[in-house]
């Protein structure tokens, strides 16, 4: 069973608007939350990150909020640019494992429309 | 940042055979990770590579199936050994930099 799930395949927004990617995770024990950017091609870039002791944090046009209660987080991207059109993976580090050993999800592809 | 060099960037190969997938990191790494991004699904990690020891696999692969060598603290080679066309995947390197994990531009396999 998934234990982060990205439950939008796909999204689509006007340039200049929010883009607003959402992603679940079903263990309570998760203390850190990433998302990350993948281009076509390319291997994933990390954008953000969270610690679950902290509810928000934001970097520029990125900002991640996390629900712990709901175990939810999301990433919201304002304003959305054309060059934001990529697929957003959500991702947890597994507790008790090394740093590396992150839990992704199936990922969100953004379309920024001119 | 550190940067993450994979090589190659693709490859097309016959069942039955294995291919060698190199990570070469331009500054030295404590940890370095193998993930598996299977058609459609999301990374899956494979083991972490330990520098001057065998690697720590993840529930689900063997060593036999994906040897993996760590000799220095800029490098580390992943196999995929007598290939099908399950294993048609991007295999990605990866490390831990500053508390952030980062990835290499990944390796396009497609078993024939």
């Known amino acids: 069973d998934q234990q982060v799930k990205q439950n939008s395949p796909s999204l689509s927004v006007q340039e200049g608007r929010i883009s607003i990617l959402n992603c679940d995770y079903t263990?309570?024990?998760?203390?850190?939350f990433l998302w990350y950017k993948k281009y076509p091609a390319e291997g994933p870039t990390f954008l953000i990150s969270?610690?679950?002791?902290?509810d928000k944090n934001e970097d520029g046009r990125f900002t991640v909020f996390l629900n712990k209660s709901a175990k939810h987080l999301s990433l919201h991207i304002v304003p959305s640019q054309p060059g934001d059109s990529a697929v957003y993976f959500c991702?947890?580090?597994?507790?008790?494992?090394?740093?590396?050993?992150?839990?992704f999800g199936k990922g969100t592809k953004l379309s920024v429309k001119p | 940042s550190a940067v993450i060099s994979q090589k190659p960037s693709r490859d097309i190969c016959q069942r039955g055979t294995s291919l060698t997938i190199q990570c070469q990191v331009d500054?030295?790494?404590?940890?370095m990770f193998w993930y598996r991004q299977q058609p459609g699904q999301s990374l899956t990690l494979i083991a972490t590579?330990?520098?001057?020891?065998?690697?720590?696999?993840e529930s689900g692969f063997v060593i036999d199936k994906f040897p993996i060598s760590r000799p220095n603290l800029t490098f580390s080679t992943l196999t995929v050994s007598n290939m099908s066309p399950e294993d048609s995947s991007i295999y990605l390197c990866?490390?831990?930099?500053?508390?952030?994990?980062?990835f290499g531009q990944g390796t396009r396999l497609t078993v024939v």
């Open positions: 990866s490390v831990e930099w500053r508390a952030i994990i980062l």
């Open positions: 263990n309570s024990m998760f203390d850190y």
């Open positions: 969270i610690s679950s002791i902290k």
């Open positions: 991702a947890v580090r597994n507790y008790g494992g090394s740093q590396g050993n992150l839990i």
């Open positions: 500054s030295q790494v404590t940890m």
């Open positions: 590579a330990n520098q001057g020891s065998e690697a720590t696999y």
